[in-house]
């Protein structure tokens, strides 16, 4: 951590800060440039964070030097993390793929899609029974029922499963059903889910908060990764900017930034990421070759009938013919 | 709504539109204009907001008329929402100030800031017990005890306090003690907080997300509306801009659109709105000019002590200068 | 263009709008709904555009039904937009690579730059001669003087060059030169600029502003359509949003949102989009993967002693192993 | 400047890195922490800004210490700068207020607005005459016969006139006309025209670009100011964000901002920033309790003919109204 002084910081300030941080530790390093005077302080990740010292009297600002995630680093953990569910291996140098419905709607609607997915390469088994809608007037999903229908396509298919998780209440029952977790981008701040799934020994996908830094987004990672759990997948879902023309802006350089940056697979959405059918496609190659492990895209028999996210839902004829692209991207191979 | 068709959807396109929403009880008014066709949709915004327009075929983008929120609308309730909480009314027309530290960190701490609040002429207490932390290696707040001590300084000053709620598991904890809920920006769209929220009649304060548009953050309020609970008290807290030398960017004109949209009271808050203290001050006395129904700020006895937003907190003597300030803002009166 | 009337309008307030707007030639269709009223404009998009129906009294909003570009959608003109430079097609369906230093800096190493893009089968040298920097105490470009080392450049290697002008004032002198004329993101809006441009019968290529929304971008290429150049080029480096790890957040949904909405070809530069030369190689694979019609990316014989731009810019050697990389993406070539 | 080196960093990169920048003179300190090691470089700021030491092998980040500015800089310059325009003081302590039309219409139309605006207590006036529009299909201001009638309502009334320059080309045109150049959002990055305005001696205020940051838009006035024209005014305009109900949102913040890091005056655009007029009055009310040293708010006689801006104009009664509501914030005096 870099303490920048203020021009006109005194003495006494100055030996203020330094008395106080050596009480406590930490070495300081007191250097004199040509504008400015600034002390580096070496010490204990925790120690420094708990001490306010941007409050100190004669600090113009302070710089973090480290990350301030540990578990979720790829320096300290140097290989790729690989998760497998049901024998699909996620991180594992091959792309997978996720889709299904945004809400499972009803049995036909589940099965039809699970089995167009299964038929056409998809790996994983996605739909919605707890779900987070900006509106209470909108269809809040099927709930319990939505999970069981999920689990008969899962039966049916061979096709493991993943289902939103909104609140700590209903955290067991989603997890007695899902075979992998998702934590919702609104909810990638809500900490006490975060630790609660931590204490769960089942793969969760943490998708990024409209409004995340990368490295916010790892840090609730950490959260998960510290009570325990150490099946965490990211997933990128676009991130909220001015432009308004797609209903998010899918940040793809998160992809390289995050293998740069950390051990954890990442996966990206890009219906939400776009919002709009007709881009999920082109995206969806992007993502693969910008490296992602992987690709969760909303499929439905009937666009037009869907309760929720229809605009972005590809049919499962459309569905079909992405996978058919993605596989002529070299050296992708989507099998199940 | 208006749908706006493709420059070259074809007759059996819009027809098939017209006929699907026609059979839903929609009335449908074709419009052909000079580089575009439209049709307006006069229904039900329920059923309206159920049906996934922009996905039939011949679609090019669909606009909405109306405002997604209802109880929380100036037009369903003309009259400004007055919410009275142990005898300070908020939303009243005499802008109110809510004070206190960051986080309740001991007894001497808690009780010497609320003695210095009212001294100064604030109305309500503020306190983090349970503390929602971007790291999970940081102070997590004192949980039940922090709650405790709160209510003692509410007994020696005759001060409401208010305090933070983070998962529907301690809700009836938290709310057992505090006047005000609050609910965080983190936790905005926490839609089953939310709703249980809305099934007590108690106070809540409501933040805007860090990213949240003025219209989601009204759709939030709505959640707790429509379940009941009509004491709902805004409060702008600032937004996440590229701008980095603010921790966020305090829109203020939030204020005044508000008051425009909503009949529901709002606060600002400086603090959280611009991170650093010397910024506290000026942007307290633009919030109250701007026509805020009052202002909360972090105070704290030691500010270099703070075990949480230590940066942002003002010493009880800034504290008891900017009241002083504001009061030189002609016609703002802050009583207790 | 649809006004939506505020709840409480008046007959008189509109009457006295729809009389107005007639007298102007506009027609107007009244349609009342469930929550609110709305007019219909049918008219001149012209004529509309230069009428402040805001700010009639009894308005609420006014929303835009066309899009304000004409010239340069794909609407107007269906087919894709082909533009030949020396032999070069860009927007023929077969990406293109431009690539170069940042800054042109001495005649070593403009020369040497251009024989290793050649050599690896790059198709146009890029050089900057004005830079537009924002100190005014960094280097500002050689001038005149590199644009003469590019053209000696492309005499002998062959590759056409491209190369920014930052003011009107020296737009002839670099179109004297360049093949290809560079208009840079902080000049997006130079409205003036573009209109010079637009006189000139000369490729030009447009970089999308740090905070443009993609209608304004097209907005500014219908500048220089509407003065009758229709060589116009886009390029998409970046946008500016509050992630801070990457230098600007690259935005390659605009890829196939402007193949939607236009026929003009477009270019992605990730190395100003990540500013970061080790995440330059997979977002260039994603950008051709995501339809790009080529790309431009910065190189330099010695990146740690480029006088601009050395953090983002690949060395010869990295240069050569990414245009293996994309050869892989399967259907790609780039020659020369 | 400080380097933080990769972890994984080798002797060979780091004596690289620590020779070649002490063969440039530059002091370079090793510091070895618990989880980094960061290498603290002391020089000249100039020297430092060219190395692009992000680029060497072994570098994680760089970190800047120091402001990039100097001129503008208030350690530089620690008394506030006072500009004196025709008996009128900006950053004098007693806010001023410049009022007018967005775009100079007719000689009836800005004869009647500067009477409007000098009798109810407006310091200068306001008119656009070479107008930056977004569509090349929109107004594009009277030009020349513009400032002829600007000058004209200066003669009749005794304000001073402000009106925007959009290019190098016609700058000494503009400025023989009127008081105080204005340099609008869109060109506070046109360098060439920066410096041009920095060889000339005349007030000059600068608009905040739509997504520059304040450290930015201070480098822009140091080209201005580093060219030898001192007269600097900078002017908040409201940036652009994701929220969509106000056209920008203005950050007032960026007031006490630059109060604490330059000594240059800074009048707040409400108009502009929100571009909804009955947002105007208690935006200004706001800014001038932030401390602002002054206002400009558009004005129009007749805003439903208005030939730009309409939306965000004031009646000239409107204006009047305003005036009186600023004089009630206590200290706050306009005159002329």
């Not at 303490?3 to 910081?9: P, T």
């Not at 996605?126 to 269809?139: E, H, M, N, Q």
């Amino acid at each position: 951590m870099i303490i920048v002084l203020e021009q006109n910081a005194t003495k006494e300030q100055t030996d203020h800060i330094v008395t106080t941080l050596e009480a406590k530790g930490v070495q300081v390093h007191y250097s004199k440039g040509v504008d400015k005077t600034i002390l580096g302080l070496i010490g204990n990740k925790q120690i420094l964070s708990q001490i306010p010292v941007q409050r100190f009297a004669g600090v113009e600002k302070v710089m973090q030097v480290s990350e301030p995630f540990k578990l979720a680093s790829r320096s300290f953990h140097p290989e790729p993390s690989r998760i497998e569910v049901r024998g699909v291996e996620i991180g594992g140098g091959r792309p997978i793929m996720m889709a299904g419905p945004c809400s499972v709607e009803s049995r036909e609607q589940i099965l039809e899609s699970a089995h167009a997915v299964k038929a056409a390469g998809g790996n994983i088994l996605r739909g919605g029974a707890f779900k987070p809608r900006s509106s209470p007037y909108s269809f809040q999903g099927l709930g319990e029922e939505g999970l069981k229908l999920l689990a008969e396509a899962r039966d049916e298919t061979g096709l493991p499963i993943i289902s939103e998780v909104m609140d700590p209440e209903n955290l067991e029952l989603v997890a007695e059903y899902v075979d992998i977790l998702q934590l919702g981008a609104r909810n990638m701040q809500n900490f006490h889910l975060l630790k609660k799934i931590g204490r769960i020994n089942k793969p969760v996908m943490l998708k990024r908060g409209l409004s995340a830094t990368i490295e916010e987004w790892l840090m609730s990672a950490e959260y998960i990764l510290s009570e325990g759990n150490p099946h965490v997948i990211l997933c990128e879902r676009g991130i909220r900017t001015f432009e308004t023309h797609t209903r998010n802006t899918l940040d793809l350089s998160a992809v390289p930034v995050i293998k740069h940056l950390s051990h954890l697979p990442i996966i990206v959405d890009p219906s939400h990421g776009t919002g709009i059918c007709r881009y999920v496609a082109p995206m969806s190659r992007a993502a693969i070759a910008a490296g992602a492990d992987g690709l969760m895209v909303e499929v439905h028999p009937k666009p037009e009938e869907a309760l929720s996210d229809g605009p972005q839902s590809l049919t499962l004829e459309n569905f079909s013919v992405l996978m058919d692209e993605l596989a002529s991207i070299q050296g992708i191979e989507f099998t199940n």
